[in-house]
């Protein structure tokens, strides 16, 4: 049986030069679908997904701190799935292109904590996490040290300006027919339920809880685990945003 249609979610970041094995991979698959024949291809590249600023809602929901990430409009799951469903539906005027799926606008990180404020009804600052307390931070919550070992360059990309790079886009407007979701719309569907949105002792204590353990735990040696894992060492890697050859394509 021939497939006759396929969607790709690969990366905005997708790149030949970057730091990460994940994009790097993501490239790579890239070309190899590029190069199926009796096969339509068509690319969904978002990039820094919306659900990434709530994975420890705890120290921002009770302490007002939010990590930085950067400039961004950051997609929802539901966006992008929606975005891939309709292509399939009706495949054949999306043969050969790559759509971006973004959210409604641009933020900066301060306008987004400004955003979840209103949603949870207290102030709440952006503020840019060192490398070591965002690893310690990743490790105490139980995320593999794999994905950790790369959330670190997508971040770096974020400060470089990588992911405000031509954002937004109309793609869900244009493709699905309705607007992209706010970030607005996408905070009060992570926080509406969210029992730590409550203002209380019992959840400060569990939240000071939550950062003595991020504080104590230990550091992941990165430099070894890579080596175990056997990842590629790669020369003259750039964020997507430094690499003009990424930026021509983009």
């Not at 503020?127 to 360059?153: C, N, T």
């Not at 890579?226 to 050859?245: A, L, R, T, Y």
Request: aromatic share 10%; glycine share 6%.
């Amino acid at each position: 049986m021939k497939t006759k249609n396929v969607v790709v979610l690969t990366q905005w970041l997708s790149s030949n030069s970057h730091p990460s094995v994940y994009t790097k991979e993501h490239w790579l698959v890239d070309q190899t679908f590029k190069r199926l024949q009796n096969t339509n291809i068509t690319f969904v590249n978002p990039g820094l997904f919306a659900f990434v600023y709530f994975m420890m809602p705890e120290p921002m929901l009770q302490f007002g701190m939010m990590p930085d990430f950067g400039t961004n409009a950051p997609p929802s799951n539901e966006d992008i799935g929606l975005t891939v469903a309709h292509i399939l539906k009706k495949p054949e005027p999306h043969i050969g292109k790559t759509y971006r799926v973004t959210s409604r606008e641009l933020l900066k990180p301060q306008e987004m904590a400004d955003i979840v404020g209103k949603v949870v009804g207290r102030k709440i600052k952006a503020d840019v996490l060192p490398e070591s307390m965002l690893l310690k931070m990743l490790r105490s919550y139980g995320f593999p040290q794999r994905d950790a070992s790369q959330v670190i360059h997508y971040v770096k990309d974020g400060h470089n300006g990588g992911f405000a790079l031509n954002a937004p886009t109309t793609t869900v407007q244009d493709i699905v027919g309705k607007p992209a979701d706010d970030f607005e719309t996408i905070t009060r569907r992570y926080l509406k339920n969210n029992p730590m949105v409550k203002q209380s002792l019992l959840n400060k204590l569990r939240t000071m809880g939550i950062m003595m353990k991020a504080i104590t735990t230990s550091k992941w040696n990165m430099a070894k685990f890579e080596k175990e894992q056997g990842f590629p060492v790669f020369k003259n890697m750039m964020p997507s945003n430094d690499s003009e050859e990424w930026k021509s394509e983009h």
